[in-house]
């Protein structure tokens, strides 16, 4: 009898929004309809139910002893590094018969800048039909948002990697929450760096609050800036990019082929400002809809130490 394959369990960061909850779930479902062979759940970290938790729980009572995890994130920050791992560490404690792996997020996939391409000249529209059209745009690349460093640095690594060989005249990243550049702050520097016209362009995956937040700043700053042409560009979304880049992470992680960066990670690397954090331990991150936790905790957890694969 052959051994069946992991199941997959998605993690995601979770949202106060409604819809960009539901677009997770949704995501979730059609993976599990796209790959009938393998039983597929997924959860939030926080904010949103089910949490990661429940998911597990499903899959147990499935029949499922192996699974492989991936974390429906862009980037590397808190969640992927701390949060997840040890709250897949605290369903092995309540399910000991089940083994995991743990793979890595998901960008800066090349798949990825594809799509955020697309969402480029989507937003462009006939404005940019020729390499020449795309010369005088400046796309300014708005990402989450971190206090880990490393995770903001990524967001500069997507930014150049989109710019690379498409002809923009610059892409410059901004950050809607906990990190500098702001939005306005960002659109004020791609002024001052001689933008005729500017995309504004979420790297997010699904809608949600900070998208939106996003697309209000913009439009603010565009009401007080008329002399300047911005448009706002849609999210990622349930792209089949995005549900063939999440098999690709299920398959690395059964494989075993994991390679995250661990180069610039402030759990590893005593970064100026960040030294209290080296080698931190590992703490769960609370679901406030979580069995036997009234989410009174979930302001105060500590991203801890490296518990991702090396």
């Known amino acids: 009898m052959t051994t069946p394959p992991p199941a997959l369990l998605i993690a995601g960061h979770g949202t106060r929004d409604e819809a960009g909850a539901e677009a997770f779930r949704s995501f979730v479902r059609e993976l599990g309809r796209r790959h009938p062979e393998l039983p597929v759940a997924g959860g939030f970290i926080e904010l949103s139910p089910p ?9 147990v009572e499935r029949g499922v002893r192996r699974f492989a995890a991936v974390p429906l994130m862009l980037v590397s920050a808190g969640h992927a590094k701390g949060d997840i791992p040890a709250a897949l560490a605290r369903e092995k404690e309540r399910n000991p018969g089940i083994s995991y792996t743990y793979g890595r997020p ?13 969402r480029l000249d989507e937003a462009l529209g006939d404005s940019a039909q020729t390499p020449e059209d795309r010369s005088d745009v400046t796309v300014l690349l708005v990402g989450r948002g971190s206090t880990d460093p490393d995770a ?7 930014a150049r990697l989109l710019w690379e060989g498409r002809g923009y005249a610059g892409v410059e990243p901004a950050f809607v929450s906990l990190a500098a550049p702001d939005v306005p702050s960002g659109l ?6 001689g933008a005729r016209r500017i995309v504004v362009l979420p790297y997010f995956l699904f809608t949600g609050i900070l998208p939106e937040r996003v697309r209000q700043q913009t439009e603010d700053w565009a009401a007080a800036h008329p002399e300047t042409e911005v448009r706002s560009a849609e999210v990622i979304g349930p792209e089949p990019e995005l549900l063939d880049l999440v098999m690709e992470r299920y398959r690395e992680a059964v494989k075993g ?16 400002g960040f030294e209290d954090k080296v080698g931190l331990p590992q703490q769960p991150h609370f679901h406030p809809d979580d069995d036997g936790h009234d989410g009174h905790h979930h302001g105060h957890h500590h991203h801890g130490g490296h518990a991702h694969a090396h």
């Open 106 to 118: 998901l960008g800066p996939h090349p798949s990825l800048l594809k799509v955020l391409e697309r």
């Open 51 to 59: 949490p990661l938790g429940e998911a597990v729980t499903e899959l």
């Open 188 to 193: 004020d520097r791609c002024v001052k760096l």
């Open 257 to 272: 082929d994991l390679r995250m960066n661990c180069d610039s990670c402030v759990y590893r690397i005593a970064l100026p």
């Open 152 to 158: 903001n640095a990524e967001v500069h690594k997507a």
